[in-house]
């Protein structure tokens, strides 16, 4: 403000003691002066206005935000609070926003998993009013689970942490220590699906009506697609997907093919089996 006077006051005095043919206003200058800076001000604080994560449609449900995230770098960094949290079992560290690389999560495949412990717990997935979510990569071979934890802040999805742990041991076989086998054992396999096995499809004369008969083993394997081997993919809407639970249902959800099949599994005296299967891929 000081100068902005001193410049003032020497303007004047040149005015009156200079060219007097020339004529000059000084407030003009002055005002040239005030308003620049202004709208340095001004466009400054633009820029940081538009740094600033805004909603997205896309925010209003999870499923939607996650093929974002996954999909777009940028959005990814905006959408991730640095530094990250990161848990490898029982050692906490952080990871700095230069050191991040984009995590595709699951959109490199064809397909994505969800595990669910109970058929009610399926209709979370389409809900709106979910405040936290959670990303699961289950590793079977290594028996690890990586989790990525999503909260919804100001009408906006973002990671803010990342937890690595071992899966817990319970009584009995555990789940994924069964499927490993299931999946990978043909004879295995055979001896721990239910006979006859529950069976739901579209009814083949009718798109629109849902055909319920049975499998043997032996139609099991004539109609039995293909089952991830190495890992799942889960996302926790709020179900409680315990390790130890007695029940799981595996849907598989292809990515833009139409693709869906849930195979459900229970454990009776400690022995797991599959005995009910649906196909309603379109």
Known sequence: MKRLLTGFFILVFLFSCGNRKT?????????????????????????????????????????DFIFNYASDE????????????????????????????HDYLFTKQNYYTLLFDRESDMDMVG??????????WIYLKT????????????????????NLR???EGEGENFVDFYTRFVTDSLYQSEHIANPLQFITI??????????????????????????????SNINYGQKNEDNSNTKILKVN?????????????RRGGEWKMYKYEDTSI
């Open 254 to 266: 292809g990515i833009g093919n139409g693709y869906s099949n849930v195979f459900y599994f229970r």
């Open 143 to 162: 028996r690890m689970v990586k989790k990525y934890y999503f909260e919804r802040k100001r009408g906006m999805w973002m990671l803010e942490a990342i």
């Open 203 to 232: 009814d083949p004369d009718d798109e629109f009506a849902i055909l319920e008969t049975t499998l043997d083993v032996n139609q099991w394997y004539a109609f039995r697609p293909s089952l991830p081997a190495d890992k799942l």
């Open 74 to 101: 940028a959005l990814q960094r905006a959408r991730t609070e640095f530094p990250l949290p990161y848990y490898n079992r029982d050692t906490p560290s952080k990871i700095e926003e230069r050191f991040w690389k």
């Open 23 to 63: 004529k000059m206003d000084p407030f003009a200058t002055i005002t040239e002066m005030v308003d620049s800076a202004g709208h340095e001000a001004d466009t400054l604080q633009q820029a940081e206005v538009k740094e600033e994560p805004e909603p997205l449609e896309a925010d209003e449900l999870f499923d």
């Open 166 to 168: 071992h899966i817990e």
């Open 127 to 136: 809900d709106t009013a979910l405040k936290s979510v959670q990303v699961e």
